[in-house]
């Protein structure tokens, strides 16, 4: 299997970028965005107890965030390999995420960044708000989450630069120069492979 993860700052374009590279290298996607979104939309008691704190900028506590991943992990079989969307996003999740993998006998074989200034995440992330009435797209919220992304995912880069799994791309021009780039990338892991 090859298990990819993209992250980034929010705004970056992760979800448009990562849906893309799932359907070319057939993937599984993972998101967790998406699974809270999910249950916040159909009022689980996991969407109510995770409202605050995504409506805050904050990150969701880490135990519940594996036991989601394991859970949607399982319910792909046969798949080529997962990209996870935007996970993880601390030290502790990415330690996580590798003994989750490795009870499965698998592995991070890659890990890209989209990079981009912060005054184009923001504005992203104001027109984002207005278009789909996103809550944690406020000011203020931005201005947390961008400070947390700073804060505790900007570490991941050491991370897996020490396992030499780390490649940043550059995530400012259209979606498909985006694209591009980060194909090019995944191919040359797919070829060390």
Excluded: W
């Amino acid at each position: 299997m090859f298990n990819l993860i993209l992250f980034g700052p929010p705004g970056a374009g992760k979800g448009t970028q990562s849906l893309q590279v799932a359907e070319k290298y057939r993937l599984a996607h993972i998101s967790t965005g998406d699974i809270f979104r999910s249950e916040i939309r159909n009022e689980t008691p996991l969407g109510l107890k995770v409202r605050s704190i995504i409506e805050k900028g904050e990150l969701v506590p880490d135990e519940l965030l594996i036991d989601l991943l394991r859970s949607a992990m399982h319910k792909y079989a046969d798949v080529k390999g997962f990209i996870f969307d935007g996970f993880p996003r601390t030290l502790r999740q990415a330690a996580d995420l590798d003994n989750l993998l490795a009870e499965e006998g698998e592995k991070v074989n890659l890990t890209l960044a989209l990079e981009v200034e912060d005054h184009e995440l923001i504005t992203r992330l104001l027109i984002r708000a207005e278009r789909e009435g996103r809550k944690d797209d406020t000011r203020e919220v931005i201005a947390n989450r961008l400070n947390v992304y700073q804060t505790q995912t900007r570490p991941l880069i050491d991370f897996y630069t020490q396992q030499g799994k780390f490649r940043a791309v550059h995530g400012q021009g259209t979606i498909g120069e985006i694209f591009g780039r980060l194909c090019k990338e995944i191919d040359v892991a797919f070829s060390n492979q």
